[in-house]
């Protein structure tokens, strides 16, 4: 009898079955600390090489639009605070523009200045935070802690404006809340040079280095056509070529009156948009150099005829006892958050007019033409009325076109506004930047996106 067993006959015998592979799928997020707790990703991996992902949103929907729909045009305000909140300042001003010209008046030069210099500390707050959170999550620690302390310095000089750090509500239809601080244009030229130190520290440490260099240069990489297909916009678009910048394209403020240089990539990948952020960081602060020298001059600080100035509270008590004689003369002492709303500086950051823009204090509390102006403009069923018709208007947000379409039907509440966020654009494209790449590329391509879910999930 033969004794010799026949293996390959064996149904246990793993070498005679055909080898199977098979992807693995896993969900990224959205509790992955790279992913903001509010972005989901289904991957398809072949071991670690991605061959499909499925992005999920929505899962921080905001309702901003429906909102700005329930009340009065200047109640959208402190929504759009909440859109990018990073960079709120350019949100605000970007709705007031649009309002603006569908009510077709402007704001006065002074205001266009303030909103230019602040727009522009907002864009520089926002690539801070982006690429140092970037720098961070690829092993970087040093860098993030550098650049947020040159974040602090700019959140500094913006509470100093508009009396709060993040949700600001410091634009108004027809101008801004308050005239900048006495000493402001000191106090940011000084902030600029020491964020300049920062930059120049954090550029030593990355620019080079062979990590960073690695892990950022080749991924990530999208061709200049299939990012202007997308509708992407911003940094993320002039990394691949192409110079398309709001502020150059369709001048609004006075951007037309400052020079400055808009950088581009080449290569479209991550390495290339780091770049393309660090140099306009240093745009940004050669415009606000330059508006601050440009700027129109505009009264802060007043006294009344007596030489004296008259605090808000006393002109109130006096104005309930009817004693207001002299107070067209008057000018009132208030927090320093409300100066723009004394008389002197009103006149240089609100536009004369009074169907959008709401009297300042001495008239308000002074005369009852004044309170009946500002009462007609805060009461339900009054307000701003723009005459019916619609209007795009598009500034250039830190992560590209940032647009609102508002649509009036006459009354005192917008009958529609439409945000065109910048990186809606942008996370519709990710799949494509992805798939192909290494597990590994995940998080540093997601972070040149500057995703913020406030925008994204509007």
């Not at 602090?152 to 993040?166: C, D, F, K």
């Not at 540093?444 to 913020?452: A, C, D, E, L, Q």
Request: net charge negative.
């Amino acid at each position: 009898m033969n004794s010799q067993l026949t293996h390959h006959n064996s149904p246990l015998d793993v070498r005679s079955q055909p080898t199977q592979t098979r992807h693995m799928f896993l969900n990224m997020g959205p509790s992955h600390p790279a992913m903001h707790g509010i972005i989901k990703i289904v991957l398809e991996l072949d071991g670690e090489r991605v061959v499909g992902a499925d992005v999920e949103i929505g899962y921080l929907h905001r309702a901003f639009e429906k909102e700005s729909e329930r009340g009065p045009y200047n109640n959208v305000i402190p929504y759009t605070d909440r859109l990018n909140y990073v960079s709120p300042l350019i949100n605000n001003f970007g709705y007031c523009l649009a309002v603006e010209r569908l009510l077709g008046i402007e704001a006065p030069p002074r205001a266009q200045y303030i909103r230019v210099i602040m727009s522009e500390l907002s864009r520089i707050t926002d690539h801070l935070t982006c690429v140092g959170a970037s720098a961070m999550e690829l092993g970087a620690f040093t860098v993030f802690l550098y650049m947020i302390k040159a974040r602090e310095w700019l959140w500094e000089l913006v509470e100093a404006v508009t009396g709060a750090r993040l949700t600001i509500s410091y634009g108004r239809i027809g101008g801004v809340k308050a005239d900048l601080p006495e000493g402001f244009a000191q106090r940011t030229r000084a902030a600029l040079e020491e964020v300049r130190k920062v930059l120049l520290e954090c550029d030593t440490l990355l620019t080079r280095n062979r990590i960073f260099v690695d892990r950022m240069q080749g991924t990530g990489v999208i061709s200049k056509d299939a990012a202007i297909s997308y509708g992407i916009t911003g940094p993320f678009l002039r990394a691949t070529g192409s110079p398309l910048d709001v502020r150059r394209a369709t001048p609004y403020f006075v951007y037309d009156r400052i020079p400055f240089d808009v950088p581009t990539g080449q290569h479209g990948d991550n390495y290339d948009r780091y770049l393309v952020r660090m140099e306009e960081m240093e745009q940004s602060m050669r415009i606000v150099e330059r508006a601050l020298s440009q700027m129109p001059e505009g009264s802060v600080h007043a006294a009344d005829i007596d030489g004296r100035l008259l605090p808000a509270a006393e002109m109130v008590d006096e104005a309930k006892m009817g004693r207001v004689a002299g107070f067209r003369q008057v000018r009132v002492e208030v927090e320093p958050t409300l100066e723009g709303s004394t008389r002197p500086s009103h006149r240089a950051i609100n536009a004369k007019e009074r169907r959008a823009v709401l009297p300042p204090k001495e008239e308000t509390y002074g005369n009852i033409e004044g309170l009946m102006h500002h009462f007609k403009l805060v009461m339900s069923g009054h307000g701003i009325r723009p005459p019916q018709g619609e209007y795009y208007s598009a500034v250039e947000g830190a992560n590209g076109e940032l647009g609102f379409y508002v649509v009036s039907d006459g009354s005192d509440r917008p009958y529609r506004v439409r945000v065109r966020p910048p990186c809606f654009t942008i996370m519709s494209a990710l799949p494509e930047l992805l798939v192909g790449g290494m597990l590994a590329d995940i998080v540093p391509t997601f972070g040149s996106v500057n995703m913020i879910g406030g925008e994204l999930d509007r």
